[in-house]
């Protein structure tokens, strides 16, 4: 930002130095000119009076003019040349002064009846006198330059200092840092968006409070209920008949897992993110996922499947990314048809092409139309019927990790997880920057 404005205001002053320099530097340069001419016109006017005096008091001297009496007025190095007339009615020519003079400036005055002046004298001192003016004129130009660069430096840290400064807050706001600052810069507008922030630092602060507090006492509410119902079922696990007790135990299992993920997800919840994680194993990871939603696949008929090099790790919150491909698998489930694939797999899709670790849930389905593609991840937005809530949340979960979850494919529907950089797995096999397709592992039917 300082770099800019400077840079805009440095531009400015050299343009205006030069528009107003160059008018300025041929002022000087015509001042000394005609100067030096008005000079010369001066001494031709004392001359032409000395001589007319003469011709008035008779002073010629057998037809000839006393030059004696202008010779002081003819400048080093000029000439004069006197035209007058004689008694013998012609007319008669004085040099006075040197031979000749190189590139001269001419003057020259008639004197009506009684003659003309010419006065030659040499250029070369003008010029000189020239140069110096214009040096003179460049000279101020580059003070002024030098002492409007020093301003222009001054006014570009008072601006831009300012907006880093603000600007920096509002990262650090953005990190979960709600200390207030009390500095202000003199500038009311910028004074104005450091008052907005205090305010907003607040309100966030007190929103996040709260915010903690509901989900610390919405999780001791889950689990209380869990509990409860973990205890039903373990007296139904005394059941003589054993489907009852195969059914409780399965139900048990869930509830376990149910009260993990809960543990997990408000465990998550507190991190600051996924940048310091262990790398965790994708495929372990969703290994559970696919196990606990291969069941109503199968009743429905379909396959789910999961494919990818097991020792391929992200760094990621493994609460996170399960229960975000939960949400994926169960939307297929509902919305698809077909197969359903979650795929493991590095893909080269960063800023500058770098590998990335993608999950991708693929099913055979007709796909999302193209009203609802636009606003699938809209909170609340839904062509189904249905809340409108899963996918919003799952792409949360995915952006808390630093991560994004896109809509790949319309048709058939293909969601895209995009990871951090993969921490181990295999090298590029040739597939022209697009991505490295690892094994396959299929869950069984």
């Keep these: 930002m300082r770099r800019r404005i400077l840079l805009s205001m440095l531009a400015a002053l050299t343009l205006t130095t030069v528009v107003l320099g160059i008018p300025l530097g041929f002022t000087a340069w015509q001042w000394v000119a005609d100067i030096t001419r008005g000079d010369l016109r001066a001494r031709l006017d004392r001359m032409a009076v000395e001589i007319v005096a003469q011709e008035r008091g008779d002073g010629l001297v057998h037809g000839t003019v006393d030059l004696r009496s202008v010779r002081p007025l003819i400048p080093a190095g000029g000439r004069l040349t006197v035209i007058y007339p004689t008694p013998e009615d012609s007319a008669m020519r004085v040099d006075v ?27 070369a001192p003008m010029h000189s006198m020239q140069r110096q003016a214009v040096g003179a004129v460049a000279l101020v130009a580059v003070a002024s330059l030098a002492a409007g660069a020093a301003v222009a430096v001054v006014t570009a840290r008072r601006v831009a200092d300012p907006l880093r400064d603000v600007a920096a807050r509002a990262a650090r706001l953005a990190t979960g840092d709600f200390r207030l600052d009390v500095r202000r810069h003199g500038i009311t507008e910028l004074d104005r968006v450091s008052d907005v922030l205090d305010s907003a630092a607040v309100e966030i602060a007190g929103r996040l409070q709260r915010e903690h507090a509901l989900v610390a006492d919405v999780s001791h509410q889950l ?7 973990r205890l039903r079922l373990d007296e139904l696990s005394a059941h003589p ?9 399965e139900a048990m299992a869930q509830v376990d897992r149910l009260t993990a993920a809960i543990d997990d997800l408000v465990r998550a919840s507190r991190d600051e993110g996924a940048a310091d994680r262990d790398p965790v194993a994708v495929v372990a990871e969703l290994r559970g996922v696919v196990t606990e939603w291969r069941h109503p696949f199968v009743e429905a008929g379909r396959r789910l499947i999961l494919s990818g090099d097991p020792t391929l790790t992200a760094p990621v919150t493994g609460s996170r990314l399960r229960e975000a491909v939960a949400v994926l698998v169960d939307n297929a489930l509902m919305h698809g048809g077909g197969d359903c694939t979650v795929s493991v797999r590095t893909v080269y899709g960063g800023p500058d092409r770098e590998p990335l670790v993608a999950v991708e849930v693929a099913d055979e389905g007709t796909g999302v139309s193209d009203d609802l593609a636009p606003h699938i991840f809209d909170r609340g937005f839904s062509g189904a019927g249905s809340t409108g809530v899963g996918l919003a949340l799952a792409r949360a979960l995915i952006e808390a990790d630093g991560g994004r979850l896109e809509l790949h494919r319309r048709r058939p529907a293909l969601f895209a997880v995009f990871l951090g950089k993969p921490t181990a797995g295999r090298a590029d096999n040739g597939n022209s920057g697009n991505s490295v397709v690892e094994p396959r592992i299929s869950e069984p039917r």
Aim: aromatic share 0%; hydrophobic share 40%.
């Design 97 to 123: 002064g040197v031979a000749e003079v190189g590139d001269p400036v001419v003057e020259s005055l008639s004197m009506g009846t009684s003659g003309s002046l010419r006065l030659e004298v040499p250029a």
């Design 223 to 229: 689990r209380s209920r869990l509990t409860a119902v």
């Design 241 to 249: 008949d054993s489907d009852v007790v195969h059914e409780a135990e």
